[in-house]
């Protein structure tokens, strides 16, 4: 049996054909997205139809949520209807201030800082 034919067998029988087709949209996301856009996120997770997309600024998760009805049509063209259910995108990770050189014990953080 050739690899490619044992491979092939061996993601049908364990049902990954969507997880598999979903890690190579992975691979071409400035593909899909286009290079500007890829530029400041990146596909994260996928689980269930849900992919998560995690971006660098909270401006550009702002434009990804308005885009996000048409990268779901576009990776279910690609891999097939019903594949990608609802994209949830996320912002850029804040920074801890509960330890460091400026942290106060007791207070409430820096608010409004971090969008």
Excluded at 52 to 60: G, N
């Amino acid at each position: 049996m050739l690899l490619d034919a044992a491979v092939e067998r061996l993601v049908t029988d364990n049902g990954w054909t969507a997880d598999v087709a979903v890690r190579a949209v992975f691979a071409r996301w400035p593909e899909i997205v286009g290079s500007d856009v890829a530029a400041h996120c990146s596909p994260e997770s996928y689980r269930d139809g849900h992919l998560t997309i995690r971006t660098d600024s909270t401006a550009w998760a702002t434009q990804l949520r308005l885009l996000a009805p048409n990268v779901v049509r576009r990776m279910n063209k690609d891999l097939g209807d019903g594949t990608v259910l609802r994209i949830d995108v996320q912002g850029p990770e804040a920074p801890s201030w509960r330890r460091g050189p400026r942290s106060v014990r007791g207070a409430r953080g820096p608010r409004d800082t971090y969008g």
